[in-house]
């Protein structure tokens, strides 16, 4: 899910971040991409017009932050347009009611709907500790009942016992009830479906509705079906008022359009995501994380924000003098080791530059993770100040010492020496200003 798009659009973006001063017209074209992405993944062209609109009038009118550059900026208004456009804040179901809390599933046939109850009833149960009964509507499919009691047993949560020949709404009463007597928190009633919106569909759940008095009804779609699960999404709205969505089969290929337009078109929150057909195969919709994910450039401001403000600024400065003559002792690298900790570790680090999200994937197939952060640190400690001031007295001897005194072989010293060298050359060409920034530092630095 969103692969495509995602590449697409860190590719346009980052190369906006590439330069320095942006004009309206890299900005318009970059937009313009950026448009074309987007429909090509399905979004609904409503969605993407009013997106791009908005994207261009904020970044017309921003403000300019000190130390982020233009293309910095942009992609921020392009990150925080997204998180608009899925919803802003997570939404979960709401449990806020007198119980027994009846919630309503709704949806086509095949959408997932019966196994996404199970799935919801089974976390109701484990994590909120609620008593949750499950009935079955469907009177004309003897199977679905079947499947929502075998599910029923999957998961340890109760179905209501089939009595034949009731109707939809008989059976939807006497889960109520059931359920008033039995003590239980949350009732979960699952509709019958068709394979297409139909009226017969419509009533039958506008009835259930009424006699029930549901505090949420939940509509399930397939997000593999795109805008149809949109269209869906608003015809069920519609007639039933849906209090929000489940997308299933977000561990499918689809290209992301309905995830991504369904907020914006029906107004209806995405609460919660399938991904997959075990029954534990069910997640909260994050609309930040989600446009993390998309943008799969990390979050380049916040990067700014947090090295602002972890950065002692006298240390900075110093260490900028120093890079600027070429001088880089080992000591710098043991504060630039700590700082790279501070900043939540390579992982955290290298998820929030641009553009190294492929790096970030060589740098963990090579098992370089924040455990070798660590090991550096403890090589360097073991050395005496003359040593990490001047490496190049480092012979055999002492790399010895300094190997078992870090608990480490001594080509892991010589790796770090190694390491070490490259960098003070990459932080001389950065000082010169002939550097890529500091993520084709970290490249050069670990050999990628
Ligand atoms: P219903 O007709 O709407 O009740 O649909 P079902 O619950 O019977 O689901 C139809 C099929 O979709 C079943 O094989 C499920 O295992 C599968 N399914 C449901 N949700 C997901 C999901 O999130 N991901 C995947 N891959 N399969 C799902």
Redesign the pocket.
Known sequence: MFEGLSDKLSNILSSLTRRGALTEEDVNAALREVRRALLEADVALEVVRSFTDKVRARAVGAEVVKSVSPGQQVVKIVHDQLVEMLGSDAEVISLNAVPPVGILMV??????????TAKIARRLKDRENRKVLMASLDTRRPA?QE?LAVLGKQVGVDTLPIVAGQSAVQIARRAMEAARLGGYDVVML?TA?RVTVDEALMVEAAEVRAATNPHEVLL?ADALTGQDAVNTARAFDQRLGVTGIVL?????DARGGAALSMRAVTGKPIKL?????KVD?LEEFHPSRVANRILGMGDIVSLVERAAENFDAEKAQRMADKMRKGKFDLDDLRDQLAQMEKLGGLGGLMGMLPGVAKMKAQLESANLDDRIIKRQRAIIDSMTPAERRNPDILKASRKKRIASGSGVKVEDVNKLLKMHRQMADVMKMMGGGKGKGMAGALGKMFGI
């Open positions: 949806g086509l046939q095949g959408s997932g709907k019966t196994t996404t679905a499947q699952d479906g399930v299933t089969r977000m561990d499918g995501i399938g991904t997959g057909e195969a």
